[in-house]
């Protein structure tokens, strides 16, 4: 079974309107924490936002929310007011303890692109 | 700055050839990773280490070989590539329960 799962291979928005990009996760380890990452066309990985699985509050950072639901085991992200240059690919990760140690897994990403 | 760094950044060779790309970080970080990027796949974490003389193997460790003599350093070696290792690789660096890694730039590999 797939851990971590983004089964949007790719979505269009709107400039200036909001966009959610789905992630759905698997893990038996209670404390697991969430990333996304944009990778832009240039290549490289950009950290976007982080969820600890402990976190009571949704993480926000500026334009970018995290929508945790623990119990559906959803990690969504959430980008308000879509710009230009939002238009990316959006990897969501899993960081999970594995037999005293800890590995990350990531989702095959979602490609964003943002319209004029 | 904090910073990863990868060398080298585009790397093309044949069957066979033997080949280290280097990993380097400044930030003092226990954990490093490697990870391979292909279209379609996301990224595959290839080898980790949560510090010096300790690896681990990551879902596709087949074909590559890793060590970790000194904690800034984590270089990825091919003893023998394939056309299948033919990718986009990826290094980071990080803290457990840290909020996040930091990557280094990418090395883009070619193998004919």
């Known amino acids: 079974a797939q851990k971590i799962t983004q089964t949007q291979p790719g979505m269009f928005v709107q400039e200036k309107e909001a966009v959610t990009l789905d992630c759905t996760y698997d893990t038996s380890d209670p404390s697991y924490g969430l990333f996304w990452y944009k990778q832009p066309s240039s290549g490289e990985m950009i950290f976007l936002i982080y969820?600890?699985?402990?976190?009571?509050q949704n993480a926000t950072e500026g334009r970018y929310s995290l929508n945790f639901q623990k119990a559906r085991k959803s990690a969504n992200l959430v980008i308000s007011a879509s710009q230009l240059g939002d238009s990316a690919m959006y990897f969501c990760?899993?960081?999970?303890?594995?037999?005293?140690?800890?590995?990350?897994?990531f989702g095959t990403g979602t490609r964003l692109k943002v319209l004029a | 700055e904090a910073q990863v760094t990868q060398n080298p950044r585009y790397l093309i060779t044949v069957t066979g050839k033997k080949l280290t790309v280097t990993c380097s970080q400044n930030?003092?970080?226990?954990?490093m990773s490697w990870y391979r990027q292909d279209p379609g796949l996301g990224l595959r974490q290839i080898y980790y280490s949560m510090n010096v003389e300790v690896t681990d193997k990551g879902d596709v460790p087949e074909g590559y070989k890793v060590s970790r003599k000194e904690k800034r350093n984590f270089p990825l070696i091919l003893e023998s590539p394939s056309p299948n290792q033919t990718s986009l690789y990826f290094c980071?660096?990080?803290?457990?329960?840290?909020?996040?890694?930091?990557f280094g730039p990418g090395t883009r590999l070619l193998v004919l």
């Open positions: 990760a899993m960081r999970e303890r594995d037999s005293g140690t800890y590995k990350y897994i």
């Open positions: 980071a660096a990080g803290r457990e329960h840290q909020e996040t890694q930091y």
């Open positions: 930030m003092n970080h226990e954990y």
């Open positions: 969820q600890g699985s402990y976190d009571q």
